[in-house]
């Protein structure tokens, strides 16, 4: 089994509006070191005999307060802060998250920062995980900075690669993008983000890079805050290209954005014969006066569906709460 994450096949026609059904977030059959099954029929076959150990909740509860949309967090428990202009926003995410994951069995880990208030939320945001194809938003983020460095536009292969490795999330693509990165360049990237507690997968394997919620909302900051990174002009060209992804692959963070929002996303998913299914997305969402991200990364599925879902309640809270209140 081939530990790099596998792309869902494309949609015949690029930029298609294609329906979700239960099988469309992935193939599930792995290919092998730097092969891409984008044009292959996708296939959910592994999920059945894929075992993972299902975990204790994750958010901190007090005892014996027993209700069925679980207990109230006391302050010292809230799972979000911002300032005091806003505290009561704040302590309202912080239950409706820990509502959305009380009852989910797989391990998750969460970042949420809204630019507006101030408000930020985390769950386990120091936990590593396989990155899965979360890890392209950085190759691309890499390439960008190289290019940005170097004083030039995009080669044709770049930016072909670039487009294929963002919208469909084609495997081939970011193998030669991160291989022609190489490790120094990639070490340096994540140093001049932040990105303290990524460590790169060894050799091609870029699926193993260890990844966690927060240095994910800090990949996220340089594509839209942070310019001592990237400049406005590469910062908009990648988000562009979030903005693109195909509608098979637009699960997770951003289920339930609400109407007048920009969304830009990237997801990974990847099964292993440990902790079953990784899944992640990373989220970032902007216009009609709003300006809010997040990451949702996930382990410990049984089947892909079930970490999507756990995901997606957590973005509809997020979007219900920090979304809506424009």
Known sequence: MSPRSTAPAAPAVPGAAIPRPASAYGAVTPTGPGRSDRGRR???????????????????????QATAAGPALTPDQQLCSAPAAHA?????????????????????SL?????????????????????????????????LRRAQEQHRSLTRHEAGALHSMITYSDNDAATSLWLGL???????????????????????LWGLTQITATDEMRMLDVLTDRQD??????????LRLMAGVTPSQRWGTPHGAPDGVSVHNKNGWLPRATRGWR????????????????????????TMDYGV????????VVHQDVGGAR
């Open 88 to 108: 009561a926003l704040a302590a309202h995410l912080s239950q409706d998250i820990a509502d959305a994951i009380r009852d989910r069995d797989d391990a998750v």
């Open 229 to 238: 990174v990237l400049d406005a002009h590469w910062r908009a060209y990648g």
């Open 279 to 302: 899944v992640h997305s990373l989220g970032i969402f902007t216009g009609g006066g709003r300006d809010y991200r997040m990451v949702v990364l996930t382990d410990e599925n049984g």
């Open 111 to 143: 970042t949420v920062r809204d630019a507006n208030t101030g408000l930020t939320c985390a769950v386990h945001a120091g936990r590593h995980f396989d990155s899965a194809s979360a890890i392209k938003a950085t190759i691309m983020g890499a390439v």
């Open 182 to 204: 190489g490790r120094a360049r990639i070490d340096r990237f994540l140093a001049m983000s932040g990105m303290d507690s990524t460590e790169p997968g060894p050799s091609d």
């Open 309 to 316: 879902e756990t995901i997606e309640r957590v973005a509809e």
């Open 42 to 64: 996708a296939r959910r076959a592994l999920g059945g005999f894929l075992s993972c150990a299902a975990l204790a909740v994750l958010v901190p509860l007090t005892s014996g």
